[in-house]
């Protein structure tokens, strides 16, 4: 009767811990920042985000392919980390919203092989929406 007491109570503890690590990596995954929703800033209009987004340069941060949605949204998935040419397989969310200054906002969907997070920092992400659009990071 306590070994089957024992086993009990062993598989809610361990139960328990499942479900708190599984809220933790929703509140994670939710946060504002390189795991969540990435905003930026850009003085420059709409129509010059799109044709800058269609100059594909080796002076680019990141290799990407952009494609757009058919809820009219766009993916954005870089794959390539250009200054040391390491594979990248990441996928965002892009999305503009015009008004005086253009408003570019990026969610994290997801890295190659299921991370959770980029492999790489936010400061490269910065340096690319720096060169790609003159924009700079607000959230």
Do not use: W
Request: glycine share 6%.
């Amino acid at each position: 009767m306590n070994a089957v007491f024992s086993v009990l109570l062993l598989a809610a503890i361990l139960g328990f811990i499942v479900f708190l690590l599984s809220r933790k990596d929703q509140n994670r995954r939710s946060q504002y920042g390189p795991s969540g929703l990435s905003e930026f800033r850009t003085d420059l209009p709409l129509d010059d985000c799109f044709d800058r987004l269609d100059q594909h340069s080796p002076d680019d941060v990141f290799a990407y392919e952009c494609r757009r949605e058919n809820d009219g949204g766009f993916t954005l998935h870089l794959t390539l980390h250009q200054p040391t040419q390491q594979p990248l397989d990441t996928l965002y969310t892009l999305r503009f919203d015009p008004g005086r200054q253009t408003i570019v906002t990026l969610i994290f969907i997801r890295e190659a092989f299921g991370y959770k997070e980029p492999l790489f920092q936010p400061a490269m992400l910065d340096e690319f929406m720096l060169r790609k659009f003159d924009a700079r990071r607000t959230k």
